[in-house]
């Protein structure tokens, strides 16, 4: 299960025109994002309407091949396959290179053994190895201090299916998500057509409360949901195996409060903060750093002596602080142990916010901007947005979007679901 904010998307075809139209040759399905998502809450549907925001959806394996394919066409990139990063070259105040280990077979008979060099060196050395990264091990037997991260566990778990879905059992949107929220709801479910009339299914279950990972258990987990997707499913014929996900936690890297930095190194996307992937963060974070690198390469003089890594470090921390507390604001509440006073606040203000952003497409447009990044979180705290927010809380009764029929249609696969 992957997503892919409107600021990502824009940042990937900034930095690799036509991407979007490869995408949308391959069958990738798009459109504008609140005539194509379905998000049902804990009350109520958000509204269809244009929001301005485009939003096209695809599998994993198709971005990465064609982003793939982009890099190693680039004359000056040099892809080097079977190679294990062991630690890192040079002392606490430089980076000069990586120590390796691995081979690989090449010519057309694989027979050939190319072994790779235990040492690569380097002018900047970047550490994009994800949530798994070693870097705080390597950074300490350089001679640093132990760097400090903070972990924001829902104890989410998921499982995934790949699903034909040619016509007529195509479904009327792109995606559909159902959200947790804690502490009441703890099952939800995100589907995403992808290309190839394909649909991919990820469940969700939080607090522990895991779906199965064998096909029975997923179906009748998909039955468990307060929304047609089980219906649905029944239509459809499975293509794949049912995967099982579990290490989702959020976790932030603290390496900009390190009091020193090394030159010649740095971090970025998951290495630094990786979030719970139901929120459709961590892709399009990693490909603002990646924007933010080349703006400060383009116009740096020098890459040591400068400062170059340690501000590219604290522009990381500044640029990721807003996806990770809009990520980190829900999950706080399935954190094991008694339920903060905080939780109970937050479920309040959420359920005020989902409530009118149903009956009010205009505050919907103001959220979803926020949450793709397109524009300033300042955009929440408008006055039309303040006052409809402070109508619902009032009236907590106000009308809100129920009907199941406004997003599955009144085909025979969507009896009515509480």
């Known amino acids: 299960m992957h997503g892919l904010?409107?600021?990502?998307?824009?940042v990937m075809e900034r930095l690799f025109p036509g991407l979007r139209d490869e995408l949308t040759d391959a069958g990738a399905p798009g459109g504008d994002f609140g005539e194509i998502v379905a998000f049902r809450f804990p009350t109520c549907w958000s509204p269809r309407a244009r929001t301005g925001i485009p939003l096209q959806?695809?599998?994993r394996p198709l971005l990465e091949t064609r982003l793939r394919d982009r890099v190693r066409s680039l004359r000056n990139v040099r892809v080097r396959a079977g190679v294990r990063i062991t630690g890192l070259i040079g002392d606490p105040g430089l980076v000069t290179g990586v120590r390796t280990r691995g081979e690989r077979r090449v010519g057309a008979d694989a027979h050939e053994r190319h072994r790779i060099p235990d040492v690569l060196a380097a002018d900047l050395v970047v550490d994009a190895s994800g949530r798994n990264s070693r870097l705080p091990d390597w950074l300490t037997e350089l001679g640093l201090p132990a760097v400090t991260s903070t972990v924001i566990d829902?104890?989410?778990?998921?499982?995934?299916?790949?699903?034909?879905?040619?016509e007529p059992h195509t479904p009327p949107w792109a995606a559909a998500m159902e959200i947790v929220q804690a502490p009441r709801v703890g099952r939800g479910f995100m589907a995403t057509r992808v290309e190839g009339d394909r649909l991919l299914v990820t469940l969700q279950g939080s607090g522990g409360d895991h779906p199965p990972h064998d096909p029975d258990g997923f179906t009748a987990f998909a039955e468990s949901l307060r929304t047609p997707l089980a219906d649905l499913l029944t239509h459809l014929a499975p293509l794949s195996a049912v995967r099982p996900y579990a290490h989702c936690a959020n976790r932030r890297t603290d390496y900009h409060r390190l009091p020193a930095w090394p030159d010649g190194l740095i971090a970025l996307g998951d290495s630094v903060c990786a979030f719970n992937p139901l929120y459709g963060q961590?892709?399009?974070?990693a490909a603002m750093e990646a924007d933010l690198l080349h703006t400060m390469l383009m116009r740096a003089r020098s890459l040591t002596g400068q400062g170059f890594t340690q501000t590219f470090q604290q522009r990381v921390a500044a640029l990721t602080r807003r996806p990770w507390i809009m990520s980190t604001a829900q999950d706080r509440g399935w954190q094991r142990g008694p339920a903060a006073r905080s939780t109970r606040i937050t479920d309040?203000?959420?359920t005020c916010a989902h409530r009118t952003m149903s009956a009010d497409p205009d505050v919907f447009r103001r959220f979803l901007a926020a949450m793709h990044m397109t524009r300033s979180s300042a955009v929440l705290?408008?006055?039309r947005?303040?006052?409809a927010l402070a109508t619902t809380a009032l009236r907590p009764d106000a009308r809100a979007h129920d009907d199941t029929r406004l997003w599955w249609g009144h085909t025979p696969h969507t009896r009515p679901h509480k």
């Open 154 to 166: 829902a104890h989410v778990g998921y499982a995934s299916r790949l699903y034909a879905a040619p």
């Open 381 to 383: 705290l408008h006055p």
């Open 348 to 350: 309040t203000l959420l």
């Open 5 to 10: 904010t409107a600021r990502g998307a824009e």
């Open 385 to 387: 947005t303040v006052l």
């Open 282 to 285: 961590g892709m399009g974070v």
């Open 57 to 59: 959806t695809f599998s």
